[in-house]
């Protein structure tokens, strides 16, 4: 499905229009119903046991006090569940990290879980159960873990991408490399060179709703569950053969979700509800408490960089390194090779070379977090690129304009561009009044860029027209943004119909076929090209119904605005049928009228932001305030803008929290010391000003309305133009991310 | 006939070649014929591949044809948040 380059200069009529989204009164007035909201007859309450040590062998579990307590149920270990040690690696890590079988690899992963009548039974049941710990050395800093001499996490992990093989094993488990040309060659022929190491700290997505399920296990075996997530039918495979069911006889259901942003695009707890439902023959109810969501769910990497770059005289970019060490929690992961491939592909560089060591920690498995590992890179790379314009003496915008990439270019990470929006992004922002206007004592201003990849995935989607005439979508990507408005904009589009005759619904994984998790920036994307087909599927049985009704060839039957038109000179006369009058008469046309789409998404065009920040600084206590911000994106097509604006002020939020505020705080126990929304500071209203976004609609030639993700890219330039603005207004380079107050004065003391 | 260039850590287990000239119609021949000629590929392969066309990148569709003179790049298998 191609773009259509008629759509250039097409005039929607439903698409790119603001409609008030289908789930927004019931999410308003409280009637949404989240992962936690749901109850079966009977439920059960499952509680879960965690280590408090950050590294340690589990010796012994004995589990009788707690399973002789008067209400207790179920009570599971790891023992409880199949032991994949000889199979697939992947799904072991999975397993283990939702039940620890033969260590403990950080505060707060599971060892036991209980299920019990009530709450209160279930937590005397947790203190009963006896657990003893062999303390093994721990490391939890990205840095000191990746030294030779770090104590050792998992004997097993030999580190891959390097050549010739290590013959012992070390917490780094994966080297990648990307890019071309002579990066030292270049190097040495650069006027000015910029060379820093910058670290940023680990932080949580900070969904506000918390991980949250309901697991029926029937005795003959089928069984349903319940679920706060980004991808209900990736849950019930990884479920499924988890357990070992069938994934036929496990159903499950997507709650609304209160934010994911890549931290519910992994099983957690769901196993483990299943695995205590089964047990105890009873439906089971498991809530995270916000300590466990810290202390056991998907914080992102904390990060450890290098970056040098060098530029000639006339501020042409001429070489660029980078070498970026990622933390991936106790399990081998790869974000660190996500990380070297973004850090340059906002630019036309003719040498480039960036190398990933994926390193584990004694800290909770990291999980994906919006654009996951650009953000950091983008810190990195942007700061030092902000430097180098200082060092070449020119404007920082102009610098990146002179270096942005374009189509044609070579990027980064290895393919060219196709057409692209880094530049747009750029001129934008140079002739955006943010630019232009005054900044007075203590404050300073700094631009960053970002990228993202975006991607497509499997997707299904049923378009059903009722005999009303009015239309029921039923999708399989999870709706974290406002997917359903954006949705039925597109089927109302495609049917020639109004918005308000579209309802758009989340199908359960029995009702509808596999459909990849949402994330990517992928469920708008690829669900649009789903429903585009389905649509046009629909669109044919309609022609093929009103011929019936006509009595005339269907080749003679087009489809306009909604209407059936019949063509030629001999069916000119007869009058329009309607969508609502084809329906009427499906009964005696052939039965229900529909249309399905079983899709591959692939194509999904890169996406790139450029953000502007101002920013005031206390030099007496190194407090800052955000005082102004503004977003530049390449949407691609923004199928609902408002969503789309949300989109880029949510993942802009998000980046400022990080970059000021938020970070996993270890102490040398290595106990997570700030498990909670009070200690773990996140931004709120009244902390940030109004964030200010424009829309720049760049087509993608691979989607029929030329539809770009957009959930993603906001998040990656961030950091760096924080960064940049707090750089400029105390006149020193930060290198360390959050730049709370502490880290501030700290630098100004330097 | 195709030219593929593969990225770093695939060319450093393809033995150090970057560029590899493969008989292939569609993603899928490429896929089988590289693992023909190079056994070595076979944990990345495993971990996921994805293959950009003149930079628009393919992740799961195995019968996307590769056209004759176009730039085709191998990388690691992403997913996103």
Known sequence: MNFDPRHTTRSFSSVGTRPIRPDGIDKVTGRARYGADFNMPGQLVGRILRSPHAHAVIRRIDTSKAEQLPGVKAVVTAADLPDLTSGDAAMYDILDNCMARRKALYDGHAVAAVAAIDARTARQALKLIEVEYELLPHVTDVDQAFAADAPLINDTIITTGVDPKPDRASNVSMRSQFGHGDVDAGMAKADFVVERTFKTEQTHQGYIEPHACVANVSPDGTADLWVCTQGHFVYRQHCAQLLGMDASKLRVTSSEIGGGFGGKTHVWAEPVALALSRKAGRPVKLVMTRDEVFRATGPTSATSIDVKIGAMKDGTIIAADATLRYSCGPYAGSWAEVGAMTAFACYKLENVRTVGYEVLVNRPKTAAYRAPSAPMAAFAVESAIDELAGKVGMDAVDFRIKNAAQEGTKASYGPVYGPIGIGPTLEAVKNHPHMKAPLGKNQGRGMACGFWFNFGGQTCTDLNIGMDGTVSLAVGTVDVGGSRASLSLVAAEELGIDYAQVRAVIADTSSLGYNDMTDGSRGTFSSSMATISAARNAIKVLRARAAQMWDIPVEDVAWEKGHAVAKGETHGNLPNLSLKEIAAASGTTGGPIAGHSEIVADGAGVSFATHICDIEVDPETGATRVLRYTVVQDAGKAVHPTYVEGQYQGGAAQGIGWALNEEYIYGKDGRLQNAGFLDYRIPVCSDLPMIDTQILEIPNPNHPYGVRGVGETSIVPPLAAVANAVSNAVGVRMQHIPMSPPRILAALET | ?81
Do not use: C, H, Q
Not at chain 2, 54 to 60: L, N, Q, V
């Open chain 2, 1 to 81: 006939m195709v030219e593929v260039t593969l990225w770093g850590a695939l060319a450093a287990a393809a033995g150090g070649t970057s560029k590899v000239e493969i008989e292939a119609r569609n993603i899928r021949e490429l896929f089988k014929r590289l693992s023909e000629r190079f056994p070595g590929l076979a944990p990345l392969m495993d971990r996921g591949i994805a293959v950009a066309i003149d930079g628009t990148i393919y992740r799961d569709t195995w019968s996307k044809e590769l056209p004759a003179g176009a730039e085709i790049y191998l990388l690691p298998r992403l997913a996103g948040g």
